[in-house]
């Protein structure tokens, strides 16, 4: 070989292994800046976990405080309502229905279906504020209270249970909402079999009713249903009827499956619905049995007394 040849060699062997360090020391910087960017996003991840259970802690809070107000404002129209029925114009008007022997009204806790009660104990009522057109709960329990309470349901006990109760996570304490609820269609069940079921409703209707209006404590039951009306924010009027009159305009009314499937409403107008509860940040209170009353249909159906505040 020549020596211009060699010298030639020997240059490309140069330029080589100078391409090759640089290729190296720029893989390298690139492995580094790989690395930083990896850390970079494992501390985005942990900073979104933090957030995700921060925002989780404050949606509990605030369910936690919506409950609170809701209880507070409930209160708070039983002890406006406990006011009115203590002034002696609101007593008089409505002496001809509730009498003129009970004296005066406070609210009463426990575990039953009254809201407020005489002293004397001669008058026991419920309270529920309305606005036209708009629902109110009237009553929460499991679908099995329900049963054990009328167990001529039992043969709807697993439709019902399918259609309100998704299966429990393994922490026992939350719903696995990855799985699906069993509706009311045809699909899931045949025309007989969602026939026989509502059948079996109307014919339990009654006991159903008087189970959401008066609970399962027999010693302490309402008899009046207080009714207060709002327009936004304003009370407009106290009605009053007795309880035994509603059920039976409600017993005039049959069950129907609501037309999305997933809820029984009592009437065309669904004055009464029975529902999955729902909410409750998907822990198993959530599937409980809700009823819901649409008050204002039922005040021109029933005999009511009333007093524009």
């Not at 305009?249 to 049959?254: D, K, M, R, V």
């Amino acid at each position: 070989m020549s020596f211009e040849q060699t010298t030639s060699q020997t240059e490309v062997d140069k330029q080589y292994k100078e391409l090759y360090e640089n290729e190296l020391k720029r893989r390298e910087k690139a492995e580094i800046i790989l690395e930083q960017k990896t850390n970079e996003l494992d501390k985005i991840e942990l900073l979104l976990k933090s957030k995700d259970r921060a925002l989780k802690d404050i949606k509990v809070k605030l369910l936690s405080y919506t409950n609170s107000q809701t209880a507070k404002n409930g209160h708070k129209e039983e002890v406006l309502v406990c006011k009115d029925l203590n002034r002696k114009l609101i007593k008089d008007a409505f002496i001809p229905m509730l009498g003129c022997n009970h004296n005066e009204c406070n609210i009463i806790t426990g575990n039953h279906k009254c809201d407020i009660q005489s002293d004397n104990k001669i008058l026991r009522g419920q309270v529920k504020k309305y606005k036209k057109g708009q629902f109110q709960q009237l009553d929460r329990h499991w679908t099995s209270s329900l049963i054990e309470q009328v167990p001529q349901l039992d043969g709807a006990s697993q439709i019902l249970k399918e259609l309100f109760e998704y299966p429990i996570l393994p922490n026992g304490t939350h719903v696995d909402k990855t799985k699906k609820l069993k509706i009311l269609c045809n699909s899931n069940y045949s025309q007989q079999t969602l026939e026989n079921f509502l059948q079996l409703l109307n014919n339990c209707k009654k006991q159903i009713l008087e189970y959401a209006f008066y609970g399962s404590n027999l010693q302490i039951q309402p008899e009046y249903l207080f009714g207060v009306e709002y327009e936004n924010v304003k009370r407009n009027k106290i009605v009053v009827c007795k309880i035994e009159e509603v059920i039976k305009h409600l017993e005039t009314l049959n069950f129907k499956v609501s037309p999305r499937k997933t809820a029984i409403l009592l009437g065309d107008k669904g004055t009464i619905s029975l529902q999955r509860k729902g909410g409750d940040s998907g822990r198993k209170s959530s599937n409980q049995l809700q009823f819901k009353l649409i008050l204002s249909n039922i005040i021109d159906k029933v005999h009511v007394l009333e007093y524009k505040l």
